[in-house]
């Protein structure tokens, strides 16, 4: 049985008063063990982060990281930083990364890696645009993406991975996909992870992101290969993240 879990993506929003007190309203929500809980702060608020969620249930992760353990990388962050700042998760290969930052899914890949070699959990995002799904080309962009982190997966297994499927055409749009259609999606890529790696495939969480709100959490999470979700701007409100959170467990 996969345990679900619910990620937030803060993106580029916040004070570290506002960080504070949302990682604290969270925290107060003692979520128990059935869902894992991880929030995912800019940078420069991981340590006040870090402090609030302290001893708590509540998980850290960080938005992007760099490939490279150190060096003249001006801007960037190295994963055993973000291990050292009290992080166990990092999202990779955003759709927002990967349109306004040039990041291809050979990049991608090497973030996973060096995520992965830093003991760090990558949340890595897979998604067709609005215009790929139209031409139906959603399978061939999101097995090309899945294909380029295999390609350097090595020994490494897919299991210490979490996908999250996020169809770009729903991401801050108010426009869902369907439980069905991400279903639909989520089972091809979990087929994939099996068609590579066998024994792998049943243990992968993928989630689902794109406009997920307190009143669709509950039919998505409720598809039988849909295993909780990474959300963006309901994850900024405590009360709506909780209550996504909670549509998260099992029942
Ligand atoms: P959204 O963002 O929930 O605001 O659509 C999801 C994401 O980008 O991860």
Redesign the pocket.
Known sequence: MRAPIVAG?W?MFGSVAMAKNLAEALVAEQFSGDVDVVVCPPFPYITTVANAVQGSTVGLGAQNVYPESEGAYTGEVAPAMLKDCGCSHVIVG???RRALFAETNEMVGRKVIAALNAGLTPIL?VGETAEQRKRDETFKVIDAMIQAVNAQLGGRNWSDLIV?Y?PVW????GLTASPEQAQEVHRHIRDLIRSERLDEADAVRILY????KPGNAKDLFGQPDIDGG??????LKADDFAAICHAAVKV
């Open positions: 993506n993106k955003h759709s927002e995002c999250a996020e729903a991401i801050g749009t992101g794109g406009s997920v990474l959300i963006g701007g309901a994850s």
